[in-house]
């Protein structure tokens, strides 16, 4: 599957380490359908491919976004590109978060670090069709206040959408005013009604491994609880082996996956 | 199998069969010695073959030996398998050209003539139809494999004779081929004629087999194949007990018996490379020095190295305990929830080609006695 060429239309920076890049495919071709929770592989020429989640506006398929965290090479590469600049783009690839699943519910969403970059694109389609659910509610966990993604967004969503949003930070600043510590406190103190939310999670394995704890405790169903995993992934069709989580595939059969699928995965280390 | 329908061909008489494969447009590629190994390779005619030789098997260990008789089929299976024909250890995916803003990416042509299989065997058929499925099963087809893997025609041998580390009778792979041939060969040398059963099982398989000189198989020629694949039965080298193998591993997914194994395991991905049903990738990207043009290759990876599940702060398996497991636990029991088949055909490949001799029926061994040992 070749990569599509794409151009970048916008970049900004969204602090110092993360980016987004707004994509636009060339002429007069059709966007890019896709669900939230949804990725693509992009291709930095000549560095490679990463696959990296849509985080922009699902009733916007003529402008992809990608909001990415320098981590190494390819990332690298790609945080380098400016407007009129070319990726080639893959996708969308894997499953997406479970909207139809979460009519008339409470939905609590919990995000650490770019993690919220999947999670943004849920949010826009359920701000979208916010009278379609019943409370919302965004944890959001940053290292430091520097490192909170999105806050025009998260203040628009919180004074004019309806979403109860509550960020915390690992480690504060003179300025910052807000929570320090773990999203599990902040989740502990969130109130809805367990026996009928759904769990939305993404974010470094540990802090799911605990957010989908404290949920469970809480009273969510295991079936109501979603993960979205992360591996490395050379294909994002099934065939290179690499994303396998126990019997899984991330790309294929992921990345967002119910709770009771993955509980022993994630449980075991190094599985 | 229509016993009724078999053919004999003699020695003498099977000498054109390459030739006319070569005549309808295969390249046809079989077993042939390389390098002190019976690889596949291209072969012209039957002389190619390792004839008169045979390979002794264990773990850790692999020699040819000469045999006493001129037998072509006089041995198990080497270091190489097809998948080398169908998904290629190194090929190119695309090229990436810059024209000013614009990156134009171009796929290589994927033609690809179509090969005949010269003396598969029964496990390594079962490897390729395993490999269909990882490959061409899904939605998401393969186009590199689909070509080449495309109208190959296929001539199998049955295994009369097994080698020291087979374990096909475990796996039900084996030692008879049952599926995904055009032609079958069963190699008899006794009763002072050199001979082979022929069984066509496709109308291609016929018209060629047409061609050959034949006489209809007797009762004789009929017990003399029946018996040698029955020899090939009984002596496996290895034996796995596969009764409830998946639980078995997924119950084990924490063990001591994957510390003693990281121990002698120097995770050198040997095992991986030489198993017909190990399809893993990994890709290359590079670029010229003016960064006007790029590449990206593909090439064939294995779950032991390190960097196999780097991402971002590191990689997610990094003890060698943690990658036997994930390997055997992915031959024997993921890849039923994935393929619906075992991933080990019971080829005994990885067992005579790991440097120190990890041998997998043992190590599935030790996880029973492990449990064995708990129970109450
Ligand atoms: C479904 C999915 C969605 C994702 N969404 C996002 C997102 O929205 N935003 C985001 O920022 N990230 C996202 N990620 C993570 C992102 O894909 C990784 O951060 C990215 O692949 C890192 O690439 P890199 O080349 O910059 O980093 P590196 O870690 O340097 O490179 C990763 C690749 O290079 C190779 N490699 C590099 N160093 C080594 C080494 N020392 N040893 C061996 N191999 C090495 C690895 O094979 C690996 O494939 C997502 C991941 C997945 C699976
Ligand atoms: S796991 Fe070993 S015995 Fe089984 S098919 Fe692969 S190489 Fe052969
Ligand atoms: S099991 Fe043997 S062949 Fe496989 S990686 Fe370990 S040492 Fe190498």
Request: proline fraction near 5%; glycine fraction near 10%; aromatic fraction near 8%.
């Amino acid at each position: 599957m070749l990569p599509v060429p794409y151009r970048v239309q916008r970049r900004r920076q969204e602090s110092h380490d993360t980016f987004t890049l707004e994509l636009s495919r060339s002429g007069s071709a059709p966007g890019l359908e896709f669900a939230p929770g949804q990725f693509n592989m992009l291709y930095a020429f000549g560095a490679g491919e990463v696959p990296i989640s849509i985080s922009g506006d699902p009733a916007r398929p003529d402008v992809i976004a990608h909001t990415t965290r320098v981590v190494g090479g390819v990332t690298r590469v790609l945080s380098r590109l400016r407007r009129g600049g070319t990726v080639g783009l893959r996708g969308p690839f894997g499953n997406g978060w479970p909207l139809e699943q979460s009519r008339g519910r409470d939905v609590v969403i919990v995000a650490g670090g770019i993690g919220l970059a999947p999670l943004r694109a849920l949010l826009y389609a359920l701000t979208a069709n916010r009278g379609r659910f019943a409370r919302i509610a965004l944890v959001y966990g940053a290292r430091t206040p520097e490192d909170v993604l999105f806050g025009a967004e998260l203040e628009r969503w919180r004074t004019s959408a309806d979403v109860e949003i509550a960020v915390t930070v690992d480690r504060a600043t003179e300025s910052w005013a807000g929570r320090v510590g773990v999203v599990t406190a902040l989740l502990r103190r969130l109130s809805f009604d367990p026996a009928n939310a759904v769990g939305m999670i993404c974010g470094p394995e540990v802090m799911m491994r605990y957010a989908a704890a404290e949920l469970l405790s809480r009273g969510v169903a295991p079936d109501s609880i979603f993960l979205s995993i992360e591996r490395n992934m050379k294909c994002a069709v099934g065939h290179c082996g690499h994303c396998l989580f126990g019997p899984l595939f991330i790309c294929r059969d992921g990345p967002v996956f119910p709770y009771e699928r993955v509980e022993t995965t994630l449980r075991v280390a190094e599985l | 199998m229509d016993e009724k329908t078999l053919r004999v061909v003699t020695r003498a008489a099977l000498e054109p069969l390459p030739g006319l494969l070569r005549d309808r447009g295969f390249t046809v590629v079989g077993p042939t010695i390389r390098e002190a190994a019976i690889v596949y390779d291209e072969i012209e005619s039957l002389a190619d073959l390792p004839i008169g030789w045979t390979d002794e098997q264990g773990p850790g260990g692999y020699r040819l030996r000469r045999r006493s008789d001129e037998a072509l089929f006089g041995y198990n299976v080497g270091p190489h398998s097809w998948k080398g024909r169908f998904h290629p250890s190194d090929v190119l995916l695309f090229q990436a050209q810059r024209n000013g803003r614009d990156v134009e990416f171009t796929a290589p042509p994927t033609e690809s003539p179509p090969v005949a299989l010269f003396g598969a065997r029964a496990c390594d058929l079962a490897a390729v139809a395993i490999q269909d499925r990882v490959f061409l099963g899904s939605a998401s087809i393969d186009p590199i494999y689909a070509t080449r893997r495309r109208g190959a025609f296929v001539v199998a041998v049955h295994c009369t004779q097994a080698g020291g580390t087979c374990f096909c009778e475990s796996m039900r792979t084996g030692p008879r081929a049952t599926r995904g041939f055009d032609l079958a060969l069963t190699e008899l040398l006794g009763a002072g004629e050199h001979r082979f059963l022929v069984e066509n099982a496709s109308e291609r398989g016929a018209e060629i087999a047409d061609r050959l000189a034949s006489r209809p198989a007797s009762s004789e020629d009929l017990a003399a194949a029946r018996a040698g694949v029955e020899r090939a039965r009984t002596s496996m080298g290895r034996k796995l007990d596969t009764d409830g193998i998946r639980d078995l591993l997924y119950r084990h997914a924490e063990s001591e018996v994957w510390d003693a194994v990281a121990h002698r395991c120097l995770s050198c991905t040997n095992c991986t490379m030489v198993c017909p049903t190990c399809f893993c990738t990994t890709v290359e990207d590079v670029s010229d020095l003016s960064r006007e043009h790029a590449e990206r290759r593909r090439l064939w990876d294995s779950c032991f190295t390190l960097g196999f599940t780097h991402l971002g702060s590191g990689s997610v398996r990094t003890s060698t305990s943690s990658r036997y497991r994930h390997w055997i636990t992915h031959k024997l029991a993921s890849w039923h929830d994935q393929f619906g088949s075992s991933g080990c055909v019971g080829c005994g490949r990885c067992i005579t080609w790991c440097p120190v001799g990890i041998d997998i029926t043992e190590e599935v061994g030790r996880l029973r006695e492990a449990e064995g040992s708990r129970a109450p």
